[in-house]
T-cell receptor, first 110, second 111 residues
Framework: RKEVEQDPGPFNVPEGATVAFNCTYS??????FFWYRQDCRKEPKLLMS???SGNEDGRFTAQLNRASQYISLLIRDSKLSDSATYLC???????????FGTGTKLQVIP | DAGVTQSPTHLIKTRGQQVTLRCSPK?????VSWYQQALGQGPQFIFQ???????QRGNFPDRFSGHQFPNYSSELNVNALLLGDSALYLC??????????FGPGTRLTVT
């Protein structure tokens, strides 16, 4: 089993739709969680950290379920500019021994 | 405020050669991590440097080595290059264990 697994995608959604991605992790000792966004042939950019209580940033909502060992990202009112690959990142603690998922590709279509 | 910078942008090497990639962290950051990203895959953690020491290491052979300088900049060295080393090499910096910010990467092609 992979340490971090994501929905394979691609997700093709119309503008204005709501889309959700899930990410599961295998190490219950994981301490920190993040979502990154990566555009084609560009570097990953931090989208948001994921807190135990869940957090929201505009149209984006991230949630953590430690009991089931998954995190989720919800995007509301999708924009064309949201088209990218979304990477789930899990930090196993101690100076960031981080593991990236393989990413989920989102394509928002007009 | 300059973000994370990497050099060179692109590089072409031959099997068996050695390569050095460079990274300057974002201002105020003291920790540098290196990642390898193959096409269609997520970044794979190579190692991390803090206070000029390697603090964490992923599942990469000893051919991959690094260094961090007193000004927090870092180098990644790869010896005896293999075709499979062709990838995008990303550097990420952070302050201690907080969020990482990535540089634009160096695209290495081994022929």
């Amino acid at each position: 089993r992979k340490e971090v697994e994501q929905d394979p995608g691609p997700f093709n959604v119309p503008e204005g739709a709501t889309v959700a991605f899930n990410c599961t992790y295998s190490n219950s000792a994981s301490q920190s969680f993040f979502w990154y966004r990566q555009d084609c042939r560009k570097e990953p950019k931090l989208l948001m950290s994921v807190y135990s209580s869940g957090n929201e940033d505009g149209r984006f909502t991230a949630q953590l379920n430690r009991a089931s060992q998954y995190i989720s990202l919800l995007i509301r009112d999708s924009k064309l500019s949201d088209s990218a690959t979304y990477l789930c990142v899990v930090d196993y603690g101690g100076y960031q021994k981080v593991t990236f998922g393989t990413g989920t590709k989102l394509q928002v279509i007009p | 405020d300059a973000g994370v910078t990497q050099s060179p942008t692109h590089l072409i090497k031959t099997r068996g050669q050695q390569v050095t990639l460079r990274c300057s962290p974002k201002s105020g950051h003291d920790t540098v991590s290196w990642y390898q990203q193959a096409l269609g895959q997520g970044p794979q953690f190579i190692f991390q440097y803090y206070e000029e020491e390697e603090r964490q290491r992923g599942n990469f052979p000893d051919r991959f080595s690094g260094h961090q300088f007193p000004n927090y900049s870092s180098e990644l060295n790869v010896n005896a290059l293999l075709l499979g080393d062709s990838a995008l090499y990303l550097c990420a910096s952070s302050y201690r264990a907080y969020e990482q910010y990535f540089g634009p990467g160096t695209r290495l092609t081994v022929t």
